[in-house]
Structures are given as structure tokens and as C-alpha cells.
């Protein structure tokens, strides 16, 4: 006797659809609940979590923009291995505001994701005709390229990098700007990717040839995917500089661009929740794990690949599907 | 006639490598007609189409719509001047359902500058749009993905995003191929009615006696060269058009 799982909607997500969602607290809890607790446990957390593990909600914050950022380019069909260049892009240009005009961080932090979002889509720009493993390439290696020009050169610091800038007024404003800076990149791209706009980039993901077919300039529709990404992943560069008071070459380091496509990974590739979730996962996975020293790596490394082997549609799908059906073996005839 | 035509194709040219795939190909269509291009697999007929539609750069020759050269645009700009195709090897947007499919064109800045701005609700549009094609609108085919759709459906879809552009040439690559005599004869009466609006069409086919039904002219594709032109009966009378379709079926 063969058997198969089958997949049923719950009864409460049936009726949630309906009219009746609006009728029953039980059916209005269902349907905010997965909204409701990303809000509640950003605004709490801060406030119960001791000093070092503030820090580390930092760079869970940090981490979840730069996979946020990743699955914008991701789901508008480019893959990119170098989110470290936004993410840099944006460390030296708030660094470099602070430092040689001495302008506030409330007003380097806007700039600073908004020009070096620029800067990082006009270097892009001549790549974007390349396709899949070409344009990877390419931003994987131009990171790496920009941190050798720095050392090369000598500006800007160079190794020893620009150091005592100024830094936001409380860890609790910074953990805060940044938790709210999630939440809006989460609710407001998501938004955004199921809208019409949004179809047009998933089109291009999917068949890029019958969207030019539909009279769109795809190049015009890439170009604006990557700004929006590179303002997001610049934006968490510039945090990152007055958080830490500084600004140097290991911004373009590889950490940046790896971690946050393992995040997008492990926690669900295709949607900004899974994104998020992953960061919230690996990041302090990584921290805890930092108290084996070396082998903190193989570690990190056997949990990832369990991970994609043995999970390959990542948390946030799973989880998502245990929220609304329920499985049950049934008998197959033969 | 003085008048210029709708499409003048003018010793169209496409090598590649070693191969040319077409070759010196002209013709030209008027408003309204229905042309005919057929041949034997290989012959050219995709790379004609590509050529036209800008997906493949022209190692010669010249494409003139509505009297202006289009010969090296961009795709996206040949559709926004009124020239749209369906695809011979159809691939939809798998991860949308159907009608979320003809979003996308649209979307298209055509549609905008045809409606004048504002569109409305695209998702209304697109479902009369695709009862136009056949998809029944009580029937949930419509809201389904586009990965589980049967061929028949996927055609029409191909069609459907074509007609949404609301182009002056539409140019239907194997519309027929792999469908099933009622399908085919499902959507004969579709282009028909493309027709009485105003439209000028070009198809490619295998299915003969389809096309011949509807076409008032035909060319004959073979090694990249136009070896025949007329009624459908004028080039089946052909010689040379013979002894291409007989050497292609040994
Ligand atoms: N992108 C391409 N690269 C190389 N050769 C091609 C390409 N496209 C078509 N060809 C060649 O050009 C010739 C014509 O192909 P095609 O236009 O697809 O023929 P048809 O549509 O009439 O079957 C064939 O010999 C084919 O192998
Ligand atoms: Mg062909």
C-alpha cells in the first residue's frame, strides 16, 4: 500500500480569505499575526537584550538589508555576488562627508545611500547587458578590485582607513533607525514586487526576451532594480560607519557579499521575509559560534549545506506552509 | 503604386558563421494583407522574423515600416512603432497565472500612449482580453499558472500578449504548431476577425492548408532565399518549390 502526503488549506485561512475575516477575532488574529509579530519583537527586543547582543541585533539588522537587497536584484533576474560594493560604497561615502566636511551623520547617512547608490548603479551599468554567472562574476570581483585601488593608493585612509567619526547619539537610536529600516524595506518591497511594476522585473527574471517583446526597455527597468538595491545596501554601509566610528577597507571585504546571499538562502530565496529571517538566524549562529575559534567555519559551513539540501525552499516557505495547511497521508490506489 | 506599403523588406541579410540564413530576401505587404511565409525547417524563416523584430542584427539590407527604416532598433522600440510577434517556441512568465501574463504588455508604454495615460484596472483588461483567444471565463483557466497550462492555451496566451500591444503588423511565428485540428480550427476565426479590424498579419507555417485558406499571398523560404511568390496556388505550381518540399521530407 503506497501512501502520499496530501496539502490542505486550513479551515481558518479558507474562511480568513472571505468576508468573514473581519467578523471573528480569531480569523483577524490569523491574518495580522505574521505582520503584527516582526513589529512587536522589533520594538521589544532592543529594550530586554544586554549590550553585547544589542550589538549583535546591529548586525542582524545589517545583514538582513544587504539580503534584502540581494533578492530585489535576485527576484529582477540578476545575481549578484557583491553586495559588498554597496555596502562599501556607502561606509566611505558617509565616512568621508563626516570626516573631511564634518557633517552630522543625520544628514551623511541619506546622502550616503542615495550617492553611493548612484555611484555603485553608474559602475554597473556597462555589466548589465552580461547574464547570469558573467554579471556575478563582475560584482563579486569589483569589491575586491576597489579595495586594492584603496591600498594602492593610499587615499582616503588608506589601510589604516579614516577612524573617530562621529557617531549616532544612542545605540538605541542606531538599533532602532536600523530595526525601522528593515521593517519598511520588508512590508514596502514586497509591496512593490506585486504590483504591475513589480511583474515587469519578476518578467525579466523569468523571460527577459518576451518582456523586451512587450515594447519595455528591460535595460531602463535593470537599471532602476539596481539603484533601488544599491540604495539599500548603501544605506546599511552607512550605518555601519558611525556605528563603528570608522570606515576602511574591510568594508569591501567578502563577508559582506556572502553572508547575505546565505541569509537570502537558508531563510527562503524569493521573498524579503525569508531574507530577514536568515540574517536573524545566521548572524548570531555565527556570533555563538565564534567561541570555537577555527572550526567556527566548518561548522557555519555543515549548517548551510544541511540547510540547502535538506530545506532547499529555505524557512520562510516552510514555515509559511505549516501557518496555512495541514498535511495528511493518503492511501494510493495501485 | 505610388503608395508606400506598410513593411518593405529590402535584400534582407543574416550570416551566421559560415551560414547564411537568410539571404537577400525583399518583399513587400500592404496594409490589411495577410502573408504567407513557408518553407522547409531551416530555411530562414525564424531568423526573417528576428531580423524584422530586431532580435537578430541584419548583415544586410534594409527593413522599412511605414516608411521609416527600422532595420537596426532595439526590439522594445520596433514594438512601440506598431509591430508585434508571438514566439515559435512559446515561453510564458511560469511563475504567474495566466492572465498576470498580459500584464506585462500592458504595461508597455504602447498601451499607455495608445489609452492615453491612465490604463484602469490592467487585470480586467487582461481577462477580456484573453476571452478574446478563447480562454472561458467561467472556467478557472485563466487564473491558473502559466507552468501547468496545456500547449493549446499557451498558443493563445502567445496570441493574447500579442493583440494587447494593439499593433498595425502582428507577425504569428508557427501559431499552428503542435496544436490539434479543432484547436486550429478554434482560432482560424480569431485572425479573421484581426483581419476585418484593420490589421496586417504575417504567419509562418508548417500547416498549409490552414494558412492557404486565410492568406491572399505567399513566399517560399529555402536555403535562406525567397525561391517562390504569389497566390498559394501560383507557388505550389512551382518547380523549385516542389523539389525543396520533396527534398526536405527524403
Ligand atoms: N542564433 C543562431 N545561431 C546560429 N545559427 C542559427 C541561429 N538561428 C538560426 N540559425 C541557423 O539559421 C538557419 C535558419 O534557421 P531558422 O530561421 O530558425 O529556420 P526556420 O525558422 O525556417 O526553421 C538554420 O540553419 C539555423 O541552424
Ligand atoms: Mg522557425
Same mark, same amino acid.
Given at each position: 500500500?503506497?501512501?502520499?502526503?496530501?496539502?490542505?488549506?486550513r479551515g481558518i485561512k479558507v474562511r480568513?480569505?472571505?468576508?468573514?475575516?473581519?467578523?471573528?477575532?480569531?480569523?483577524?488574529?490569523?491574518?495580522?499575526?505574521?505582520?503584527?509579530?516582526?513589529?512587536?519583537?522589533?520594538?521589544?527586543l532592543p529594550l530586554i537584550l544586554g549590550?553585547?547582543?544589542?550589538?549583535v541585533l546591529l548586525s542582524v539588522a545589517?545583514?538582513?538589508?544587504?539580503?534584502?537587497?540581494?533578492?530585489?536584484?535576485?527576484?529582477?533576474?540578476?545575481?549578484?555576488?557583491?553586495?559588498?560594493?554597496?555596502?562599501?560604497?556607502?561606509?566611505?561615502?558617509?565616512?568621508?562627508?563626516?570626516?573631511?566636511?564634518?557633517?552630522?551623520?543625520?544628514?551623511?547617512?541619506?546622502?550616503?545611500?542615495?550617492?553611493?547608490?548612484?555611484?555603485?548603479?553608474?559602475?554597473?551599468?556597462?555589466?548589465?547587458?552580461? =547574464?547570469?554567472?558573467?554579471?556575478?562574476?563582475?560584482?563579486?570581483?569589483?569589491?575586491?578590485?576597489?579595495?586594492?585601488?584603496?591600498?594602492?593608493?593610499?587615499?582616503?585612509?588608506?589601510?589604516?582607513?579614516?577612524?573617530?567619526?562621529?557617531? %549616532?547619539?544612542?545605540?538605541?537610536?542606531?538599533?532602532?533607525?536600523?530595526?525601522?529600516?528593515?521593517?519598511?524595506?520588508?512590508?514596502?518591497?514586497?509591496?512593490?514586487?506585486?504590483?504591475?511594476?513589480? +511583474?515587469?522585473?519578476?518578467?525579466?527574471?523569468?523571460?527577459?526576451?518576451?518582456?523586451?517583446?512587450?515594447?519595455?526597455?528591460?535595460?531602463?527597468?535593470?537599471?532602476?532594480?539596481?539603484?533601488?538595491?544599491?540604495?539599500?545596501?548603501?544605506?546599511?554601509?552607512?550605518?555601519?560607519?558611525?556605528?563603528? =566610528?570608522?570606515?576602511?577597507?574591510?568594508?569591501?571585504?567578502?563577508?559582506?557579499?556572502?553572508?547575505?546571499?546565505?541569509?537570502?538562502?537558508?531563510?527562503?530565496?524569493?521573498?524579503?521575509?525569508?531574507?530577514?529571517?536568515?540574517?536573524?538566524?545566521?548572524?548570531?549562529?555565527?556570533?555563538?559560534?565564534?567561541?570555537?575559534?577555527?572550526?567556527?567555519?566548518?561548522?557555519?559551513?555543515?549548517?548551510?549545506?544541511?540547510?540547502?539540501?535538506?530545506?532547499?525552499?529555505?524557512?520562510?516557505?516552510?514555515?509559511?506552509?505549516?501557518?496555512?495547511?495541514?498535511?495528511?497521508?493518503?492511501?494510493?490506489?495501485? | 503604386?505610388?503608395?508606400?506599403?506598410?513593411?518593405?523588406?529590402?535584400? %534582407?541579410?543574416?550570416?551566421?558563421?559560415?551560414?547564411?540564413?537568410?539571404?537577400?530576401?525583399?518583399?513587400?505587404?500592404?496594409?490589411?494583407? +495577410?502573408?504567407?511565409?513557408?518553407?522547409?525547417?531551416?530555411?530562414?524563416?525564424?531568423?526573417?522574423?528576428?531580423?524584422?523584430?530586431?532580435?537578430?542584427?541584419?548583415?544586410?539590407?534594409?527593413?522599412?515600416?511605414?516608411?521609416?527604416?527600422?532595420?537596426?532598433?532595439?526590439?522594445?522600440?520596433?514594438?512601440? %512603432?506598431?509591430?508585434?510577434?508571438?514566439?515559435?517556441?512559446?515561453?510564458?512568465?511560469?511563475?504567474?497565472?495566466?492572465?498576470?501574463?498580459?500584464?506585462?504588455?500592458?504595461?508597455?508604454?504602447?498601451?499607455?500612449?495608445?489609452?492615453?495615460?491612465?490604463?484602469?484596472?490592467?487585470?480586467?483588461?487582461?481577462?477580456?482580453?484573453?476571452?478574446?483567444?478563447?480562454?472561458? =471565463?467561467?472556467?478557472?483557466?485563466?487564473?491558473?499558472?502559466?507552468?501547468?497550462?496545456?500547449?493549446?492555451?499557451?498558443?493563445?496566451?502567445?496570441?493574447?500578449?500579442?493583440?494587447?500591444?494593439?499593433?498595425?503588423?502582428?507577425?504569428?511565428?508557427?501559431?499552428?504548431?503542435?496544436?490539434?485540428?479543432?484547436?486550429?480550427?478554434?482560432?482560424?476565426?480569431?485572425?479573421?476577425?484581426?483581419?476585418?479590424?484593420?490589421?496586417?498579419?504575417?504567419?509562418?507555417?508548417?500547416?498549409?492548408?490552414? %494558412?492557404? =485558406?486565410?492568406?491572399?499571398?505567399?513566399?517560399?523560404?529555402?536555403?535562406?532565399?525567397?525561391?517562390?511568390?504569389?497566390?498559394?496556388?501560383?507557388?505550389?505550381?512551382?518547380?523549385?518549390?516542389?523539389?525543396?518540399?520533396?527534398?526536405?521530407?527524403?
Amino acid at each position: 500500500m503506497k501512501k502520499r502526503r496530501e496539502r490542505i488549506d486550513r479551515g481558518i485561512k479558507v474562511r480568513a480569505e472571505d468576508i468573514f475575516a473581519v467578523c471573528s477575532w480569531r480569523e483577524m488574529l490569523y491574518l495580522s499575526a505574521p505582520r503584527l509579530l516582526p513589529i512587536v519583537g522589533f520594538i521589544v527586543l532592543p529594550l530586554i537584550l544586554g549590550v553585547y547582543w544589542q550589538r549583535v541585533l546591529l548586525s542582524v539588522a545589517i545583514f538582513a538589508l544587504l539580503a534584502i537587497s540581494w533578492d530585489i536584484l535576485a527576484q529582477s533576474g540578476m545575481v549578484s555576488l557583491g553586495q559588498a560594493l554597496f555596502f562599501g560604497m556607502g561606509a566611505y561615502c558617509s565616512g568621508i562627508l563626516n570626516h573631511y566636511f564634518g557633517i552630522s551623520p543625520f544628514v551623511t547617512i541619506p546622502i550616503a545611500a542615495v550617492v553611493g547608490g548612484a555611484i555603485c548603479t553608474v559602475l554597473l551599468l556597462p555589466v548589465l547587458r552580461l =547574464r547570469g554567472v558573467y554579471f556575478a562574476m563582475v560584482t563579486l570581483i569589483i569589491p575586491l578590485m576597489l579595495e586594492r585601488v584603496i591600498e594602492a593608493t593610499k587615499i582616503f585612509g588608506g589601510t589604516e582607513g579614516i577612524s573617530g567619526l562621529t557617531s %549616532l547619539p544612542s545605540t538605541w537610536l542606531e538599533l532602532y533607525i536600523l530595526l525601522a529600516a528593515v521593517l519598511a524595506a520588508l512590508f514596502g518591497f514586497r509591496r512593490l514586487m506585486t504590483s504591475d511594476y513589480g +511583474l515587469v522585473l519578476k518578467g525579466i527574471q523569468d523571460n527577459d526576451r518576451s518582456v523586451m517583446n512587450a515594447g519595455i526597455n528591460i535595460y531602463w527597468f535593470k537599471i532602476q532594480a539596481l539603484f533601488i538595491a544599491s540604495v539599500v545596501g548603501s544605506f546599511a554601509g552607512a550605518m555601519m560607519t558611525h556605528v563603528y =566610528r570608522f570606515v576602511g577597507m574591510p568594508v569591501f571585504a567578502l563577508d559582506y557579499s556572502i553572508l547575505p546571499i546565505a541569509a537570502a538562502m537558508v531563510g527562503g530565496p524569493g521573498s524579503f521575509a525569508g531574507a530577514t529571517l536568515g540574517a536573524f538566524i545566521l548572524v548570531p549562529l555565527s556570533e555563538a559560534l565564534r567561541a570555537l575559534g577555527g572550526l567556527r567555519i566548518v561548522f557555519y559551513g555543515v549548517f548551510l549545506v544541511i540547510f540547502v539540501v535538506g530545506l532547499p525552499e529555505g524557512i520562510f516557505h516552510f514555515v509559511a506552509r505549516k501557518y496555512h495547511q495541514f498535511e495528511r497521508w493518503v492511501e494510493v490506489e495501485k | 503604386m505610388s503608395e508606400t506599403p506598410l513593411l518593405r523588406v529590402d535584400e %534582407l541579410s543574416k550570416a551566421f558563421g559560415g551560414v547564411q540564413a537568410v539571404n537577400r530576401v525583399s518583399f513587400d505587404l500592404n496594409k490589411g494583407d +495577410l502573408l504567407g511565409i513557408i518553407g522547409p525547417n531551416g530555411s530562414g524563416k525564424t531568423t526573417t522574423v528576428n531580423l524584422i523584430t530586431g532580435f537578430v542584427k541584419a548583415t544586410g539590407g534594409r527593413v522599412m515600416f511605414k516608411g521609416q527604416e527600422i532595420t537596426r532598433l532595439a526590439p522594445y522600440k520596433i514594438v512601440r %512603432l506598431g509591430i508585434a510577434r508571438t514566439f515559435q517556441m512559446v515561453k510564458p512568465f511560469y511563475q504567474l497565472p495566466a492572465f498576470k501574463n498580459m500584464i506585462i504588455p500592458l504595461y508597455s508604454p504602447r498601451v499607455k500612449a495608445l489609452v492615453g495615460g491612465k490604463y484602469g484596472d490592467r487585470n480586467a483588461v487582461a481577462l477580456d482580453l484573453l476571452e478574446e483567444v478563447g480562454f472561458e =471565463r467561467d472556467a478557472q483557466v485563466a487564473y491558473k499558472a502559466a507552468s501547468v497550462l496545456p500547449q493549446g492555451y499557451l498558443k493563445r496566451l502567445e496570441l493574447a500578449k500579442a493583440i494587447a500591444l494593439q499593433p498595425e503588423l502582428m507577425i504569428l511565428d508557427e501559431l499552428f504548431s503542435g496544436l490539434s485540428l479543432a484547436e486550429v480550427a478554434s482560432i482560424v476565426p480569431i485572425i479573421e476577425k484581426l483581419l476585418l479590424e484593420g490589421k496586417t498579419i504575417i504567419m509562418i507555417e508548417h500547416r498549409l492548408k490552414e %494558412l492557404f =485558406r486565410i492568406a491572399n499571398r505567399v513566399i517560399v523560404l529555402n536555403f535562406g532565399r525567397k525561391i517562390a511568390e504569389g497566390s498559394a496556388k501560383e507557388v505550389m505550381e512551382s518547380d523549385e518549390v516542389k523539389k525543396a518540399y520533396l527534398g526536405s521530407e527524403e
